[in-house]
């Protein structure tokens, strides 16, 4: 629409036992993001160590958006779109 946006990228920890669902989740994130919005999210980075919680559930996400050189407008829209694809994402899995 118009606006500028940051982009967003996911981390994963290999340390958790449950990293393959976690990373395939994240994937099914970012292959409706590109459906959505192309380009928004930059990919998947697996972690050399860490956990970060997601041994907690199959379905945790730690998403980073933006970075120093956005600005916090950039940061909220892209908040907002990724709102607006974790929406679609949830009521498929629900299915």
Sequence with gaps: NGKDAA???F????DSPNMDAVLSFAK??????DVMY??????????PIGKYN??????????????NLNT??????????LGEILSMVI?????
């Design 11 to 14: 981390v994963v920890g290999p």
């Design 72 to 81: 916090i407008e950039e940061a909220k829209e892209t908040a907002r779109l």
């Design 38 to 47: 192309t380009n928004l999210c930059t990919g998947i980075v697996i972690k």
């Design 7 to 9: 982009t967003f990228f």
């Design 54 to 67: 997601q041994f907690l559930s199959d379905y945790s996400a730690l998403i980073e958006i933006g970075s």
């Design 91 to 95: 009521e498929n899995i629900q299915k």
């Design 28 to 33: 099914y994130i970012k292959a409706v993001s």
